[in-house]
């Protein structure tokens, strides 16, 4: 099973910029598709973008132009630079990595956008 490690939350003023990383363990990373998501406070989990093993992204339509999700594979990392950030944005941010019927969870990384 895929073992995910997060990184780069924290407090971010709005119209601040943050970085995510997720780092992956195992060596066929390449081949998951990587996914950033997101859950607020009494929410739902939601999709804010993911990028499949070929680089195709897809991205929430309240994040599309301020985030841009990329992945490096040989450090088996996927990045979401967080740009522009709202309040609404304040979240607890999780990676995933999927691949079919195997999926991998991180902890989660915390994201308050506040002044």
């Known amino acids: 099973q895929v073992q995910l490690v997060e990184s780069g939350g924290g407090l971010v003023q709005p119209g601040g910029s943050l970085r995510l990383s997720c780092a992956a363990s195992g060596s066929i990373f390449i081949f998951y598709t990587g996914a950033w998501y997101r859950q607020a406070p009494g929410k739902q989990r939601e999709l804010v973008a993911r990028?499949?093993?070929?680089?195709?992204?897809n991205y929430a339509d309240s994040v599309k132009g301020r985030f841009t999700i990329s992945r490096e594979n040989a450090k088996n990392t996927v990045y979401l630079p967080m740009n522009s950030q709202r309040p609404e944005g304040t979240s607890d941010y999780y990676c995933n990595v999927s691949r079919g019927s195997d999926s991998g969870w991180g902890q989660g990384t915390q994201v308050t956008v506040s002044s």
């Open positions: 990028i499949t093993n070929i680089g195709t992204t």
